[in-house]
């Protein structure tokens, strides 16, 4: 099971930009399904977006399209999830998940739930 460490997180006001980071045990590749969810108080965890490592392919929440982007270094076995445009409903605690055989449809459809295997996640915090 890979070990994931959520980092970059942090206070910002709204326009602004943060970049999350999941480091990983292990080579990106080795997980065929990479995503970032985030959890708000009285809320479920959301998936806010998903990466197919095989081909490339993303998922991204209607709240986020077009402001977060989701990518791989797989020379740092790390994911990562650049924020633009930040509003205060982006304020959560971020979490990234892996999943080692979840390929398309089901990994880019915005139904995956992540999994068992979470890291602590990060804080980001958007003020207005």
């Known amino acids: 099971e890979v070990h994931l460490v959520e980092s970059g997180g942090g206070s910002v006001q709204a326009g602004g930009s943060l970049r999350l980071s999941c480091a990983a045990s292990?080579?990106?590749?080795?997980?065929?399904?990479w995503g970032w969810f985030r959890q708000t108080p009285g809320k479920e965890r959301e998936g806010v977006a998903t990466l197919n490592t095989g081909g490339g392919s993303t998922y991204y929440a209607d709240s986020v399209q077009g402001r977060f982007t989701i990518s791989q270094d797989s020379a740092e076995n790390t994911v990562y999830l650049q924020m633009n445009s930040l509003k205060p409903e982006d304020t959560g605690i971020y979490y990234c998940a892996a999943d080692r055989f979840l390929t398309p449809p089901s990994c880019i459809d915005g139904r995956w739930h992540g999994g068992n295997n979470w890291g602590r996640g990060t804080q980001v915090t958007v003020s207005s």
């Open positions: 292990e080579s990106t590749y080795n997980n065929n399904c």
